[in-house]
């Protein structure tokens, strides 16, 4: 009997094992695959919201590019914004009136010049110009020329660098600026070269000259009380070491890499150097070279100013209208140019360029050519 007992247990304890391992494999068919899918890193479950993420590193703003440290014992001219010696500081610069007619060439010390006015010398002659040199360390001039006559509006711009206008003589019109006390000028005071022409063409600067012009003089060689600038400088100089590409700061900006201005009888051009970045002088179609030592006339800046003018006389005489407010212009820098406006409200305030939102612009360091155009052909200035 417990023979039968037993079998009948093991019996039962089979078949039980044998239904549940069938429960088994019907529940895993019945189901999704037992075979797990690799799930990219990107599908994860993201952590939960208190699990907090690092925030992303801000890259730093660039720091603004800086100039460079003026030299010991220097300071940054008010005329090229560069550096020159400390001890001229205060030091008037001189204003020198050079015949530019094709006789008088070669030029000899106008490649020292830090500022070159060009502008019509009269109406007759086909409007020929004559240049007015605009030199801070006149102490180191040798020999600069040759020297002749001025007009008014040469009085009326060396007054705004304070500047003692050198010349030999002028029309009797600027007897009436030579009497203002802020004009102080030395005429016909200058050395003579035997260069084989004719008088009036061998007046020149030498060294000495300035010195006993003013020791003979009342003039002060420093800045006087007709100075309006104090420290400031003249123009509105990018920091030295840095320069201004005019497409960085302006729209509407156009190349100029040759510049034609309506000078009909000197056919002054300027035409921009790569290799130098800067402008070359071109007149009489041959490109300016200084007799004194073949160094060639060039601007790092170009300033062209449309001017008005009135006839003084029969002879050809005139006078910019140089003192005037918000007339058009042009700033010409690293083969680039701009529309501009300038402005001069006195005598001896400066010219000042700004430009369409009455900003004063900012110009390369460097020396600078600055053209009177006449506005009756300002139409016909040619920029490419």
């Excluded at 420093?222 to 960085?248: C, I, M, Q, R």
């Excluded at 900006?253 to 009888?265: D, E, Q």
Aim: with cysteine.
């Amino acid at each position: 009997m417990k023979r039968k007992l037993c079998i009948f247990l093991a019996v039962m304890l089979a078949a039980t094992v044998l239904a549940g391992c069938g429960d088994k494999e019907e529940s895993a068919s019945s189901g999704s695959s037992s075979i797990v899918e690799h799930i990219s890193p990107d599908d994860m479950p993201r952590p939960a919201a208190s699990v907090k993420e690092p925030e992303p590193v801000a890259e730093p703003e660039p720091e603004p590019a800086k100039g460079k440290e003026v030299p010991e014992g220097m300071y940054l001219s008010e005329l090229t914004g560069e550096p020159i010696a400390e001890e001229l500081r205060n030091q008037r610069p001189i204003a020198v009136m050079v015949d530019n007619e094709s006789i008088a060439l070669p030029h000899f010390g106008t490649a020292e010049a830090d500022v070159v006015y060009e502008m019509m010398n009269s109406t007759a002659n086909d409007r020929i110009t004559r240049l007015m040199m605009m030199v801070k360390d006149w102490g180191a001039i040798e020999q600069m020329g040759s020297i002749r006559s001025t007009r008014p509006t040469n009085i009326l711009l060396a007054a705004e660098w304070n500047a003692v206008l050198c010349h030999d003589g002028g029309p009797y019109h600027n007897d009436v600026y030579f009497q203002k006390p802020w004009t102080d000028h030395f005429s016909g005071t200058f050395g003579r070269v035997n260069n084989g022409k004719s008088r009036e063409f061998t007046e020149y600067i030498l060294t000495g000259d300035l010195d006993r012009n003013f020791s003979n003089s009342r003039y002060t060689r420093e800045y006087n009380d007709y100075y309006t600038l104090g420290d400031k400088p003249h123009f509105n100089f990018a920091e030295w070491g840095l320069e201004v590409n005019l497409s960085d700061v302006y729209d509407g900006v156009s190349s100029a890499t040759n510049i034609s201005l309506p000078f009909k009888h000197n056919k002054s051009q300027l035409k921009y150097n790569s290799g130098t970045g800067t402008y070359d002088y071109y007149e009489y179609g041959e490109v300016h070279k200084d007799g004194e030592d073949g160094e060639t006339l060039t601007f790092k800046n170009v300033l062209l100013q449309c001017c008005d003018f009135n006839q003084l006389d029969a002879n050809g005489y005139m006078i910019y209208n140089c003192i005037a407010m918000v007339q058009p212009g042009y700033y010409i820098t690293n083969g680039e140019a701009k529309l501009i406006y300038w402005s001069k409200s006195s005598e001896c305030e400066p010219t000042k360029f700004y430009d369409e939102n009455n900003e004063e612009i900012e110009i390369n360091t460097g020396k600078t050519y600055i053209g009177l155009v006449p506005s009756d052909s300002w139409g016909q200035v040619t920029l490419n």
